[in-house]
């Protein structure tokens, strides 16, 4: 048998609810993204509840709160205690998110699911990782290597690859496959047959709309300000705004334009603070950049806020002076300052149920000339997800919440109950300190006196009396003896000593206890592990006056404009459907051998090696773990998670037709087993085998033809062996994969004048074409028939060109 494959949904399939899957290999469990949604809905945790004690490591994908939202809450009330992993922006973005959610709801709501400590905790002790590294596990996971790759879609987006034995367990949810202004594209194509690919089927039926979108999106927004409107744009706190930014800030320099465009969050700044400083995490036309001119696209962005929180001066002369085009803002009130005029406004939360963006939308939703402009689904049940209806409501009731400092009779009622509650802390600390003192010194009253010899003498005299501490010494009472619970004699004496011990005078913890003034300077630098958040936050947390939330219900008449225009940065169904096909054929290289099995005869079989990135490949024995089927393709299994119930029956049976022939779309707390019938040997290649091999390096492999039969080494090991008789002959094959996009700039840079043409076909300077035919996988996830035909006459150009082409493969 091979590696042990047991998967469980906790949330988050046949819906778009948040995402929280148990994934068991080899008894070793890991909760891969631990999601919640806006509604904070405690009923969607009760899965992760039940197994959330038994979880040995955390992996997360993203940065929102559909993919970690309930992590703080799973810590603090389910006894999560694993070890969390994920990149250094997953970490960093997703502690700012969730601090966001928590300053929206807590000014709207007593908001006790949480708090910051619990946030900063479940943040506090993540193993960042970086891209394509391999991180071995150790103790109950010993043999597991976990390995973040690139998804796109958010910045430090993950696809986690779980390696076992040789067998791969791909997690890749939310990906992207286009290149954007601040990401690349997923590398979800680069890998190799895995045994278990776990996916979602969110967009599976939604086509990506064309690049001219960006250009509608551009042109509405840009109309709505010239004829006097406001335009405002639900976001999320550290996501897909970092792309709209961009955008916005492009086009706003492309046609010198003046209107105002604010980003409105609690930890705004923050968040553009820490983004500045993640370029080796964003796209190549960004790292690029820097590189060249050593120009940070989002260093603007900060420089603004750090002459704003400075500056004395008014919001309206501060935008006069700078001339800068988004500007960063943390409280509403510094946007109800701003010039009265058109203006563009980025406010979380995306889904309307709270933050800026609720407020804002109430305030302008009666206006005609205004336009909210949606760029992501609405989560389910929020007041987004009703208005992107078709055709939207005409009016909808909403709850407007506020925080009020308390007045009148009802501060006076507060800060009684406040000095009562104080008054029952003080005397019950006092008195358990009490019956501490008395019992202390009930049971260390005889041991303690100088004037008994043997203290396990129940019968010593009882007209001694030590004090507590032992400070006073040989005092005799003649007469009344008092209890020996009593605290202390009448007129003690006590010897003025000081504490020492063998290394000097012993230290006082109360002289180093931070004062409250102390607290609150510090509670100024409350928010991420390097001290940063906003300072307008951070007095948000600090005030510390009696409050309470008032609540009114208002019916808003809908009358400005509605749109939705997709920016998740999401594959699409065409492009899932295309990089499910291309993962799903082998593409290991593939060894013939003679193997000699004991008790059977000689059989040919076909060999699959599983090279990792960073076997070394030496004349010297080394141990391989090779994976041995008798069949000629390898089973692999798909999982699809997340997503409707249409679009993941409509991507099951894509799958099942072109795909592969184990897909499986499991219901909540269903246990699936999607072990593979792999079997793993370590095998010894011999001197005499690898002295005769002339390796040839590809890429980042070197790579060769082995012809030989299997035996066993002296201490009983598998060996591979040079065959006694003649090796049997064999097709050539091309190794390698050409990617056009890839084989594009390749011919640019050798002086060719390449573009695409119609098919996804190459048009080499004049005469010259290059194009893919047949298709790239099968049902069975078999290799495909697929060719590569280069067209043209007779040329000099021709031959250059098919010089080039060939020398991206190597012929075996």
Excluded at 36 to 55: E, G, I, R
Excluded at 310 to 332: G, Q
Excluded at 516 to 526: E, G, L, S, T
Excluded at 602 to 609: D, E, K
Aim: glycine letters at 6%; charged letters at 20%.
């Amino acid at each position: 048998m091979g590696t042990s494959v047991q998967i469980t949904p906790l949330c988050g399939v046949y819906n778009e609810n948040p995402l929280s899957y148990l994934v068991s290999i080899d008894g070793f469990n890991f909760l891969i993204d631990c999601g919640w949604n806006d509604h904070f809905d405690t009923s969607l945790l009760q899965p992760l509840s039940k197994v959330a004690s038994t979880v040995d490591a955390v992996l997360l994908s993203h940065s929102d709160t559909l993919h970690l939202g309930a992590l703080p809450y799973a810590m603090k009330q389910f006894g999560l205690s694993a070890p969390v992993f994920s990149t250094e922006p997953v970490h960093r973005l997703g502690l700012l998110t969730m601090y966001d959610q928590y300053l929206a709801r807590r000014q709207v709501s007593d908001f006790e699911l949480f708090t910051l400590d619990d946030i900063d905790s479940a943040f506090q002790n993540v193993t960042r990782l970086t891209y394509s590294q391999n991180y071995h596990l150790s103790g109950k996971g010993e043999g597991i290597v976990i390995a973040p790759h690139v998804a796109g879609h958010l910045l430090g987006g993950t696809v986690w690859k779980i390696t076992k034995d040789g067998e791969d367990v791909i997690y890749a949810v939310d990906y992207n496959r286009r290149k954007e202004k601040h990401l690349n594209g997923t590398v979800l194509e680069s890998f190799v047959r895995p045994a278990v690919l776990i996916t979602d089927a969110y967009n599976a039926l939604n086509n990506q709309p064309p690049r001219q979108q960006r250009e509608i999106f551009q042109d509405t927004i840009s109309k709505t300000l010239k004829v006097g409107g406001n335009v405002l744009l639900p976001v999320d706190t550290a996501g897909r705004v970092l792309e709209l930014l961009l955008i916005l800030e492009d086009y706003w320099q492309e046609h010198s334009l003046n209107y105002p465009i604010f980003f409105l969050t609690y930890v705004s700044s923050s968040t553009i603070d820490y983004v500045k400083s993640f370029l080796e995490w964003m796209g190549d036309s960004i790292t690029k950049s820097f590189e060249t001119s050593r120009d940070n696209a989002f260093l603007l962005k900060l420089s603004f806020l750090l002459i704003a929180i400075h500056c004395k001066c008014t919001l309206s002369c501060r935008l006069a002076n700078l001339k800068l085009h988004v500007t960063l803002l943390i409280n509403k009130s510094e946007l109800d300052n701003a010039p009265d005029g058109p203006k563009v406004v980025l406010a979380s939360m995306a889904s309307l149920e709270a933050g800026f963006s609720h407020d804002i939308f109430v305030e302008w939703a009666s206006d005609v000339k205004n336009l909210v402009l949606f760029t992501e689904r609405g989560q389910f049940g929020s007041l987004a997800r009703m208005l992107q209806a078709d055709p939207p409501p005409k009016a909808v009731k909403v709850t407007m919440s506020r925080r009020v400092p308390l007045v009148g009779e009802e501060l006076v009622a507060y800060e009684e109950e406040q000095n009562r509650l104080k008054k029952e802390e003080a005397l019950k600390a006092s008195l358990i300190k009490e019956e501490e003192s008395k019992a202390s010194h009930g049971s260390d009253n005889n041991l303690s006196d100088p004037m008994i010899i043997d203290a396990n003498n129940a019968h010593a005299p009882v007209d001694v009396v030590d004090p507590p501490g032992g400070g006073y010494k040989d005092m005799l009472i003649d007469g009344f003896v008092p209890l020996s619970t009593s605290v202390a004699p009448m007129f003690p004496f006590y010897e003025n000593t000081f504490d020492w011990d063998d290394f000097g005078e012993v230290i006082n913890p109360d002289d180093y206890v931070i004062n409250d003034q102390d607290m609150d300077q510090a509670a100024m630098h409350v928010g991420d592990m390097d001290g940063k958040l906003d300072e307008g936050s951070a007095s948000l947390i600090l005030d510390t006056k009696p409050s309470k939330v008032v609540s009114n219900e208002l019916t808003v008449q809908v009358k400005c404009s509605l749109i939705y225009m997709d920016y998740e940065g999401r594959a699409d169904g065409r492009s899932i459907k295309t990089i499910l096909a291309h993962v799903a054929p082998l593409k290991l290289v593939r060894i013939f051998l003679l193997v000699t099995w004991p008790y059977t005869s000689a059989n040919y079989i076909q060999l699959t090696l599983n090279l990792s990135e960073h076997q070394n490949f030496t004349r010297n024995a080394c141990v391989l773990s090779i994976i041995l089927k008798l069949m000629a393709f390898v089973s692999s299994f798909k999982v699809l998670v997340h997503g409707s119930a249409e679009a993941t029956e409509h991507l099951k049976q894509n799958c099942l037709k072109h795909v592969c022939p184990h897909v499986y779309t499991p219901q909540i707390e269903e246990t699936i087993d999607v072990t593979s019938d792999l079997c793993a040997y370590k095998v010894q290649l011999s001197e005499k085998l690898m002295s005769n091999v002339l390796f040839k390096k590809l890429g980042d492999y070197e790579i060769a033809w082995v012809d030989a039969e299997v035996g066993k080494t002296e201490n009983g090991m598998l060996s591979l062996l040079p065959i006694s008789t003649s090796p049997p002959p064999h097709k050539s094959v091309l190794v390698g994969d050409l990617k056009m996009a890839d084989f594009k700039p390749f011919l640019s840079s050798k002086g060719i004048q390449v573009e695409f043409a119609l098919g996804g076909a190459l048009r080499c300077g004049e005469f010259v074409t290059i194009r893919k035919v047949g298709n790239a996988g099968q049902k069975g996830g078999g290799s495909g028939t697929q060719q590569i035909v280069i067209e043209g006459p007779l040329c000099e150009d021709y031959y250059k060109i098919r010089e080039y082409l060939y020398s991206q493969f190597y012929l075996l």
